[in-house]
T-cell receptor, first 110, second 116 residues
Framework: RKEVEQDPGPFNVPEGATVAFNCTYSNSASQSFFWYRQDCRKEPKLLMSVYSSGNEDGRFTAQLNRASQYISLLIRDSKLSDSATYLCVVPRVNDYKLSFGAGTTVTVRA | NAGVTQTPKFQVLKTGQSMTLQCAQDMNHNSMYWYRQDPGMGLRLIYYSASEGTTDKGEVPNGYNVSRLNKREFSLRLESAAPSQTSVYFC???????????????FGPGTRLTVL
């Protein structure tokens, strides 16, 4: 089983819609999580950190389900500028490394 | 602040050629990382340097070497390039953050490398 798995999508949604997608992780001891955003042919950038049950930042909400070992990202009132690939990232428990999911692609259409 | 810078942005090599990818950060971070990103796959760690003076292998180190020149600079060398090393290479840096929490990593703009 991969350390971090994501639905690759693509999720194709109209402007104003809500879109949500999940990320599953294999190590039950993981304690913190990140969502990064990566625009086409650009570097990843941190979108949100999740240290407890969840986090909310404007139109973006991340929720953590430790029992089922997944985190979700929900985007409300989607904008064209939300079109990107969203990377789920889980710090490794025993060292300084991060485990990256392959990403979920979201396309918001006018 | 420039953040993390990488040179070159693009490079085409022939099989067997060598080259060095340069990375520098101006955020006074202790840790630096080299990743490669291939279509359909997550970022894979090649090498990392938890602090100045130390380097360690990541999950895909074969065919690469690194040098942590000082706190700011971390270079990646391909001694004999192979087509399998065609990829996008990202350098990243972060504050030293022990497990299990980890710390945000800041990425450079990437180097797009093609090996013919």
């Amino acid at each position: 089983r991969k350390e971090v798995e994501q639905d690759p999508g693509p999720f194709n949604v109209p402007e104003g819609a809500t879109v949500a997608f999940n990320c599953t992780y294999s190590n039950s001891a993981s304690q913190s999580f990140f969502w990064y955003r990566q625009d086409c042919r650009k570097e990843p950038k941190l979108l949100m950190s999740v240290y407890s049950s969840g986090n909310e930042d404007g139109r973006f909400t991340a929720q953590l389900n430790r029992a089922s070992q997944y985190i979700s990202l929900l985007i409300r009132d989607s904008k064209l500028s939300d079109s990107a690939t969203y990377l789920c990232v889980v710090p490794r428990v025993n060292d300084y490394k991060l485990s990256f999911g392959a990403g979920t692609t979201v396309t918001v259409r006018a | 602040n420039a953040g993390v810078t990488q040179t070159p942005k693009f490079q085409v090599l022939k099989t067997g050629q060598s080259m060095t990818l340069q990375c520098a950060q101006d955020m006074n971070h202790n840790s630096m990382y080299w990743y490669r990103q291939d279509p359909g796959m997550g970022l894979r760690l090649i090498y990392y340097s938890a602090s100045e003076g130390t380097t360690d292998k990541g999950e895909v180190p074969n065919g690469y070497n690194v040098s942590r020149l000082n706190k700011r600079e971390f270079s990646l060398r391909l001694e004999s390039a192979a087509p399998s090393q065609t990829s996008v290479y990202f350098c990243a840096s972060s504050d030293l953050a022990g497990p299990p929490h980890g710390n945000e990593q800041f990425f450079g703009p990437g180097t797009r490398l093609t090996v013919l």
